[in-house]
């Protein structure tokens, strides 16, 4: 299977290459050409499979040509030593839960894929840049921490991500680098993509990305779509509730439904960086410098996998209405909903999926089973969740021990020739 830019001004590449170089050269974010469609024998066998089982066979149909069988399942195998469980909270209302791997977030999924993937194709030493908001530079450090030729490279807008977020970076060493830059999550993606877009520091480091523009760390996202589908008694497609910053979880949904996955629609939910809502009220994309809230993933005012989005949608709002609806919500609303969820059923949210359970209320219909994705354990939050349950949260002992843990940071500005001079240092 070949890839191609969202841009289609480069040509067609295998998914090795795509991979390796994380942007095309065109700037745009690669595709594949085609996307391959499940059969209804697999469709019927879902309940059937364990997580692994599933990702493997959907993960075959698209690196069947470049992957062996036998490496593909021990990649698989190793990546995914977690599962994705559906928890009901209310009514027909369920969380996936995304949040049970090593770093408990969801980015645990396509940062480790991607490390076994880059561990079958890096022949000669990669740099990995790394743009986060939050909880891709913690899963991405532990998957590629201390991987032979490969070195990491993050960076965090100083003093808006939460304590445990940026330790979990931050007292790896080694291999991994954090940088913290002065600036907001859009200062740090744009100086991940000035990187990619000179071509002079490209010819002295190979570089690629763990963000989710790298096609590697995208297309794992839509596994855990069908094993929320394979755990629904109710056979009516659901209606998905995405907590949305940069778009990638949602872009991985779209793809699972055109892989055939029964979905009845999706609800893109944002905090008040609300770009895409606005995009689909209005017609007109018009990114803007991101605000801090207490979501802070979702901190996103230039959401890079729009431009994924907007190509699968043929750039057409209309198109993109009929399976998407979104709204934002405010840091107000988030705490209320911590607060009012936890006294009716106990269940404890994190700040992403309680903005997302807030945009399953407000548009699911009463026919249709609705989940959201709790993209991450509420004990990354305590600063914001335990104030609003009244209580303390069990911190658990994998996230307890790098609280103690010395950190290894470099302090940035949001400057590029600062960021390439470290580079090159």
Known sequence: MLFRSTRRQSEAVSFRTAVL??????????????????????????????????????????????????????????????DAPLVQVES?????????????????????????????????EITILVATSGDTGSAVANAFHNAAGIKVVLLFPSGKISEIQRKQMTTLGGNVRALAIEGNFDDCQQLVKQAFADFE??????????????????????????????????????????????FGNLTAGVIAKRMGLPVERFIAATNVND????????????????????????????????????????????????????????????EQCIRHTFQETNYVLDPHGAVALLGLKKFRSDKSAGIFLETAHPAKFTETVEPAIAAKIDIPDKLKSCLSSPEHVVKLKASYEEFRSFLLG
Not at 276 to 287: A, D, H, N, R, S
């Open 92 to 124: 027909n209302i369920f969380a996936l839960e995304l949040f049970h791997g090593p770093t408990f977030a969801f980015k645990d999924f396509g940062a480790r894929f991607m490390a076994q993937v880059l561990a079958e194709f890096v022949e000669n």
């Open 201 to 246: 520091l490209r010819t002295q480091l190979q570089l690629s990305s763990a963000n989710s523009i790298n096609i590697a760390r995208l297309l794992p996202q839509c596994f855990y779509y069908f094993r929320a589908v394979a755990q629904l008694s109710d056979q009516h497609p659901p209606i998905f509730s995405v907590p949305s910053g940069n």
């Open 275 to 334: 770009v895409v809502p606005q995009y689909l009220k209005t017609g007109k994309f018009e990114p803007r410098p991101s605000v801090q809230t207490i979501s802070n993933a979702m901190d996103v005012g230039n959401p890079s996998n729009f431009e994924r989005l907007s190509y699968l949608y043929e750039n057409d709002v209309t198109k993109m209405s009929d399976e998407i609806c979104a709204a934002s919500f405010t840091d107000h609303k988030t």
């Open 21 to 82: 170089n994380g942007l095309a050269a065109d700037g745009g974010l690669y595709l594949p050409e085609t996307i391959p469609h499940i059969s209804e024998r697999f469709l019927q066998a879902l309940p059937r499979l364990t997580f692994q089982e599933l990702s493997y066979e959907l993960a075959n149909l698209w690196l069947d040509t470049e992957i062996k069988r036998s490496d593909l399942k021990n990649i698989v195998e190793t990546a995914f030593e977690f």
